[in-house]
């Protein structure tokens, strides 16, 4: 079926440093989503995107988080600086007309 | 605010026997409800998308929709060591965000 790349999927930052976790969607979609899953914690809302805006934001979207798709290709989440709390795993997702969301494999980021 | 429960925690289940999960929801008016299965390391696989009450089967699982209880099960039929897994339960709200639950770690005995 439809794939979602998420590189790398492993991912080590000092803390106060920036880092920006990659997503390759499915080619024709248009919805993006970043979810965030603590070890051993349900996963959580972060963020959906369409049209190049933010539609919908939660509380775990804090002001050092920012999301893009520059030309069409990655759509990418950038956190600056980093904080030992934001160490998880995160999920990205896309879809075509909010109906089906296809789910990447995860980036697990460890800020040390 | 969606908020959505599953249980149990963790559950094992012979290999053959139906393994039973639940999940509740607290908001009823969502018409779309999907159970996933996240094996460790890997993303998630959707394993049942369900929008109306009633029974919805893909291949070896079922899900039940009652909204009127607020709560959605899935079944597993003849499960398989390779099923061992935590199964997330999430629920559709607007701007398709989804709710997840905490998820239910299956180990299927052989």
């Known amino acids: 079926g439809p794939k979602v790349l998420q590189i790398p999927s492993h991912q080590i930052i000092d803390m106060g440093q920036m880092v920006t976790l990659n997503c390759d969607p499915v080619?024709?979609?248009?919805?993006f989503y970043w979810y965030k899953q603590i070890l051993g914690q349900q996963m959580e809302f972060l963020v959906n995107f369409y049209n190049g805006k933010v539609m919908e934001k939660s509380k775990l979207f804090k002001d050092q988080f920012s999301v893009e798709r520059p030309d069409g290709s990655y759509f990418t989440l950038k956190i600056q600086p980093t904080a030992l709390e934001d160490s998880a795993v995160y999920f990205c997702?896309?879809?075509?007309?909010?109906?089906?969301?296809?789910f990447g494999k995860g980036t697990r980021l460890t800020v040390v | 605010q969606q908020k959505v429960q599953q249980s149990p925690e963790s559950l094992t289940v012979s290999e053959g026997a139906m393994a039973s999960l639940n999940c509740t929801f607290s908001?009823?008016?969502?018409?779309?409800f999907r159970w996933y299965r996240q094996h460790s390391a890997k993303g998630l696989e959707v394993l049942v998308s369900i929008f109306s009450d009633g029974e919805k089967e893909e291949g070896r699982f079922t899900a039940h929709l009652n909204r009127a209880n607020l709560h959605v099960s899935l079944h597993i039929r003849e499960p398989q060591p390779s099923d061992s897994a935590v199964y997330l339960c999430a629920v559709r709200g607007s701007n398709a965000k989804l709710t997840f639950g905490k998820g239910t770690k299956l180990s299927v005995k052989s």
């Open positions: 997702a896309s879809s075509f007309d909010r109906t089906e969301v296809f």
């Open positions: 908001d009823g008016t969502s018409n779309n």
């Open positions: 080619s024709n979609h248009l919805y």
